[in-house]
């Protein structure tokens, strides 16, 4: 997989995952418990997805330069 579709591929799993919890968020909002656990849990998942595509960058980043420097 290129850099490029790597990048966009876990973007999109971002965006995703942020769709899929907005019903959760809209129902928790609303004062529905169990939604609140299934909105805060899909939450730390999207932290650690967002976490991935932020180290996934940096190195492809890296990658970049160091092979621009040659």
Do not use: C, F
Request: net charge positive; aromatic share 2%.
């Amino acid at each position: 997989m290129d850099t490029e579709n790597q990048v966009l591929a876990k973007w999109n799993e971002v965006k995703a995952l942020v769709d899929a919890l907005e019903l959760d968020v809209v129902k928790n909002s609303s004062g529905v418990a169990a939604a609140g656990v299934r909105a805060r849990k899909g939450l730390r998942e999207l932290k650690a997805k967002v976490a991935d595509l932020v180290k996934t960058t940096v190195e492809l980043d890296k990658a970049n330069k160091a092979t621009k420097t040659k």
